[in-house]
DNA sequence: AGCAGATGCTTGGTATACTTAGCACCTAGA
DNA sequence: TCTAGGTGCTAAGTATACCAAGCATCTGCT
């Protein structure tokens, strides 16, 4: 198995547009962030080019996300040692210790709703 | 100390040469089995070129190597992720392809109100 | 209205990753 | 001997990752 379902493979680029909304950061912001230009990290979230991987590790910094992450995401990293990513935000909720054991159970319940999951 | 160490600070040039003579390989050999040129790889294992992602991931499939290693040889995955639990929870969200942005800030900021962080 | 600053995108160019053709050297067989 | 095939390397070109300048649009401010 370890597999990698991908039901909603999206392109690299979809992904980084993502991560950075999510982030609530301008192209611009980003761009100077991972020193690259604006016009170039536009491209790249439309898939018209695919980055280094030298531009990928600034880009994940940037975002404080792994590398591996987005070496993943690229493709480059086919191996999945890592998750399958419901169980990894649901254990990640339940072994935070600031949580208590209700608002875990809120979280994963929101999540669940979410993911249209059991 | 991190736990590297790969017998010295070389080069990733050299190192690929030296795994490459390691499985008895020839340039030409090496180059087809990752699908580059031999000019090229000639290059790359003296250090006149940096090879892209796809590439040392085509050299480490052909060597038998995990791509990882052959990333961190190139300097692009020195860091170990930081294993912070309030990390953990929101970049598995982040993760989470199955989850629109709206719905991942939506849980972001849950968990954000729950922690008491931000 | 009009400017100022932010947003993302287009254009045209430069730097560099990568290829094809071929050279020089070596070793093995006929 | 002289091919024949193997080794790694050079040179010159093509493809593409990446950048600088600038455009069009929007929103907010006066």
Redesign the pocket.
Known sequence: MSTRDYTSMKGLGEFIRTQRELANL????LADLA??????L??V??GL????A??LKQLANALHLSAETFFMQAGLLDDDVYKEASDQVESAIKLDLRLTPDQKDTLIRVYRGFVGDR
């Open positions: 301008s192209l611009r912001q020193k690259v230009s604006n016009p170039y536009s491209q979230e439309r080019y695919k980055p280094s030298e531009v």
